[in-house]
Nanobody, 119 residues
Framework: QVRLAESGGGLVQAGGSLRLSCAAS????????MGWYRQAPGKQRELVAT???????NYADSVKGRFTISRDNAKNTVYLQMNSLKPEDTAVYYC?????????????WGQGTQVTVSS
């Protein structure tokens, strides 16, 4: 079992910045992928960015060049630095921890943190 604790959401004006953090605890295997997804009102949850324990990253086109995902494997923590925020970035942001161990896939979600960008 993996527990995820998110922090860093809030209200910011357009053009501003926020940094989200997500710390994983519990039974952590060294090979995993952690990332951020978001869900705006009335929309489906969508990928924002992911980072593997090996250092590979992936971003949604809508955030490329503005958001940066990073992780501290020693602390089992993933960060999302969000710059040049836009009103359309407003959503609940969810942290995700994914792993595949002995062929068995597991995916864990945090509670979510609200990000609101005012125009």
């Amino acid at each position: 079992q993996v527990r995820l604790a998110e922090s860093g959401g809030g209200l910011v004006q357009a053009g501003g910045s926020l940094r989200l953090s997500c710390a994983a605890s519990g039974i952590i295997f060294s090979t995993n992928t952690m990332g951020w997804y978001r869900q705006a009102p009335g929309k489906q949850r969508e990928l924002v960015a992911t980072a593997t324990s090996g250092g590979s990253t992936n971003y949604a086109d809508s955030v490329k060049g503005r958001f940066t995902i990073s992780r501290d494997n020693a602390k089992n923590t993933v960060y999302l630095q969000m710059n040049s925020l836009k009103p359309e970035d407003t959503a609940v942001y969810y942290c995700n921890h994914y792993r595949k161990v002995f062929g068995r896939e597991s995916s864990y979600w945090g509670q979510g943190t609200q990000v609101t960008v005012s125009s």
